[in-house]
């Protein structure tokens, strides 16, 4: 097979890192278009050696995405906050979303995390440490992924600068 033009390079380039901006503002499925981009990088491609960067790249997208779910999800069950109050919060999140552009999913999410919250916990200061808790552990979920992805996306540059 021929190798990938410069010009095809540049367009996985940019779509990884249209995939690592989806991952900081969760508007795209960020590591589901890097994984994407590799993918189609490593078909057009053809070698072995872009097939090994391309398992080695979902290998550590896979490996981030059990993280984030797990790791996360440990440490909120210790602090005693419920999957429901993350739901609630980012069901508000994306309502926020629509009404403020971009802040409003972080306004969002907070306020329906802690209204989820105050619902079950007695006092304001528990709904509020109970808010934090949730806040802190979606923070360490999208760090986790995030990692993983500019994992996957070092090893995919690495390749192309050593092609």
Do not use: C, N
């Amino acid at each position: 097979m021929t190798p990938v033009s410069t010009g095809a390079e540049v367009l996985v380039g940019l779509a990884i890192v249209v995939g690592l901006v989806g991952i900081v503002v969760p508007i795209l499925p960020g590591a589901l278009l890097i994984f994407g981009a590799i993918a189609v990088w490593a078909i057009v491609e053809g070698t072995g050696s872009a097939w090994a960067v391309f398992g080695v790249a979902s290998a550590a997208l896979v490996v981030s995405g059990v993280v984030k779910y797990t790791w996360p999800g440990r440490r909120m069950r210790d602090a005693g906050v419920p999957t429901r109050s993350l739901v609630v919060g980012g069901l508000l999140g994306i309502v926020g979303f629509f009404v403020v552009p971009v802040i409003g999913l972080l306004i969002g999410f907070l306020l329906g995390t802690y209204l989820a919250e105050a619902g079950r916990r007695r006092t304001h200061a528990d709904a509020w440490r109970a808010t934090v808790h949730a806040t802190k552990a979606v923070g360490l979920s999208m760090l986790v992924e995030l990692l993983g992805a500019l994992i996957a996306a070092g090893i995919w540059f690495g390749a192309v600068l050593l092609a």
